[in-house]
């Protein structure tokens, strides 16, 4: 399956801005989701990339840059509530568009 | 207001036993997902459906797993025979097209003693 690669952790301060990493093997690659969950809930779907470039949904912003194999959420005005496991996840057209997800970057805001 | 299904919730069974964990993806979706998270793995994609056809099962234990869509109301996971490594969240998630998103159940947490 598709491999991704993002940071295990990131800490940062309640109003702040923080952006989280993903890179990607290109081999089939189609389109760069990205999926937020609280301890012990399921994954929620933040946003999806298919094209180069930003897509902005609220205090959520995601980027994917093909030619770098690479994309990132942004996330604004951080607020507790966002402390959380941010997956990256990726669909791949050798595999039938099969949905594989990076191991996730846990997310801490602190006051 | 149209959600994943996933029976049952939690479920401790004694190694060597069978395991049946279900799901009933949002009626229309034509793609089904079954991952495993854990600490040390993330989720792990162990089978994948579109329109009940397995299309990806490369990251399921062929030994021990399978996964079925006897109807597209239901899927179907099963351990048999179950080890405690099995020991795990199962999520079933489903979707369409070409999954800009997957909706995902509250999952089945599995343990195995």
Same mark, same amino acid.
């Not at chain 1, 990132?72 to 005005?77: F, M, V």
């Not at chain 2, 401790?12 to 979706?29: A, D, S, W, Y």
């Given at each position: 399956?598709?491999?991704?690669?993002?940071?295990?952790?990131?800490?940062?301060?309640?109003?702040?801005?923080?952006?989280?990493?993903?890179?990607?093997?290109?081999?089939?690659?189609?389109?760069?989701?990205?999926?937020?969950?609280?301890?012990?809930?399921?994954?929620?779907?933040?946003?999806?990339?298919?094209?180069?470039?930003?897509?902005?949904?609220?205090?959520?912003?995601?980027?994917?840059?093909?030619?770098?194999?690479?994309?990132?959420?942004?996330?604004?005005?951080?607020?507790?509530?966002?402390?959380?496991?941010?997956?990256?996840?990726?669909?791949?057209?050798?595999?039938?568009?099969?949905?594989?997800?990076?191991?996730?970057?846990?997310?801490?805001?602190?006051? | 207001?149209?959600?994943?299904?996933?029976?049952?919730?939690?479920?401790?069974?004694?190694?060597?036993?069978?395991?049946?964990?279900?799901?009933?993806?949002?009626?229309?979706?034509?793609?089904?997902?079954? =991952?495993?998270?854990?600490?040390?793995? &993330?989720?792990?994609?162990? @089978?994948? +459906?579109?329109?009940?056809?397995? $299309?990806?099962?490369?990251?399921?234990?062929?030994?021990?797993?399978?996964?079925?869509?006897?109807?597209?109301?239901?899927?179907?996971?099963?351990?048999?025979?179950?080890?405690?490594?099995?020991?795990?969240? =199962?999520?079933?998630?489903?979707?369409? &097209?070409?999954?800009?998103? @997957?909706? +995902?159940?509250?999952?089945?947490? $599995?343990?195995?003693?």
């Amino acid at each position: 399956g598709q491999s991704l690669e993002q940071p295990s952790e990131v800490t940062a301060v309640e109003g702040a801005i923080v952006q989280i990493n993903c890179t990607y093997q290109t081999s089939g690659f189609y389109g760069l989701s990205w999926y937020q969950q609280h301890d012990g809930g399921a994954p929620t779907f933040l946003s999806y990339n298919a094209l180069d470039g930003l897509e902005e949904t609220g205090r959520f912003s995601s980027f994917l840059s093909r030619s770098d194999s690479y994309g990132y959420l942004l996330l604004q005005e951080l607020q507790m509530k966002d402390s959380a496991s941010y997956f990256c996840a990726g669909s791949n057209s050798n595999s039938g568009y099969a949905l594989n997800f990076g191991k996730g970057t846990s997310l801490l805001v602190t006051p | 207001d149209a959600r994943v299904t996933q029976t049952p919730r939690h479920k401790v069974t004694e190694m060597g036993q069978e395991v049946t964990m279900r799901c009933q993806p949002i009626l229309g979706h034509n793609t089904v997902f079954w =991952y495993r998270q854990t600490m040390m793995q &993330g989720l792990e994609l162990l @089978a994948y +459906f579109r329109n009940r056809a397995p $299309l990806d099962d490369s990251g399921m234990p062929k030994d021990r797993f399978s996964a079925e869509m006897p109807d597209a109301t239901l899927a179907t996971l099963k351990i048999q025979p179950s080890e405690p490594r099995d020991s795990a969240v =199962y999520f079933c998630a489903s979707g369409t &097209g070409m999954n800009t998103e @997957a909706f +995902f159940g509250q999952g089945t947490r $599995l343990t195995v003693v």
